[in-house]
C-alpha cells in the first residue's frame, strides 16, 4: 500500500508565502492525476489545484495566479506553492493521487482519488 508524506506548511501572515510538498513511500509512475484538496473550519473539503492529463493543471478560481503546482516525475513528488496568502486559504491540506487520468470535471471530485496524504496545516493571520 502507497502512503503519501506530506511537509510543509505552518503560520504566515498575509501576503506570505509557503510551499507544500507530498512524496509517495514507493514510487513506480503508476498513477494518474494528482493534486491538492483543502478543509477549512467547518467546510466541505475542496479541490484546490490538480495535474491532469500531463502538462496540463487545473485550479479552482479562488488560488489562480497565486498558487502554483508542480510535479517530479522521477521521483513522484508532488509540490504547491502558494504565494499571496490570504486568510481564506487557511485549513488543512491534504494531497491526492488518483490511479489513472481524470478529465476536467472530475479533477476536484475525491471520491476519484484513491491516496492520499496526511494533511498539514496552513494557518494565514490577517
Known amino acids: 500500500q502507497v502512503h503519501l508524506v506530506q511537509s510543509g506548511g505552518g503560520s504566515v501572515h498575509a501576503g506570505g508565502s509557503l510551499t507544500l510538498s507530498c512524496a509517495p513511500s514507493?514510487?513506480?509512475?503508476?498513477?494518474?492525476?494528482m493534486g491538492w484538496f483543502r478543509q477549512a473550519p467547518g467546510k466541505e473539503r475542496e479541490g484546490v489545484a490538480a495535474?491532469?492529463?500531463?502538462?496540463?493543471?487545473t485550479y479552482v478560481d479562488s488560488v489562480e495566479g497565486r498558487f502554483t503546482i508542480s510535479k517530479d516525475d522521477a521521483q513522484g513528488t508532488l509540490w504547491l506553492h502558494m504565494d499571496r496568502l490570504k486568510p481564506e486559504d487557511t485549513g488543512i491540506y491534504y494531497c491526492?493521487?488518483?490511479?489513472?487520468?481524470?478529465?476536467?470535471?472530475?479533477?476536484?471530485?475525491?471520491?476519484?482519488?484513491?491516496?492520499w496524504g496526511q494533511g498539514t496545516q496552513v494557518t494565514v493571520s490577517s
Open positions: 491526492a493521487f488518483a490511479s489513472s487520468f481524470l478529465p476536467t470535471e472530475f479533477a476536484f471530485r475525491a471520491q476519484f482519488y484513491a491516496y
Open positions: 514507493e514510487w513506480t509512475g503508476d498513477f494518474g492525476s
Open positions: 495535474f491532469l492529463v500531463p502538462p496540463r493543471t
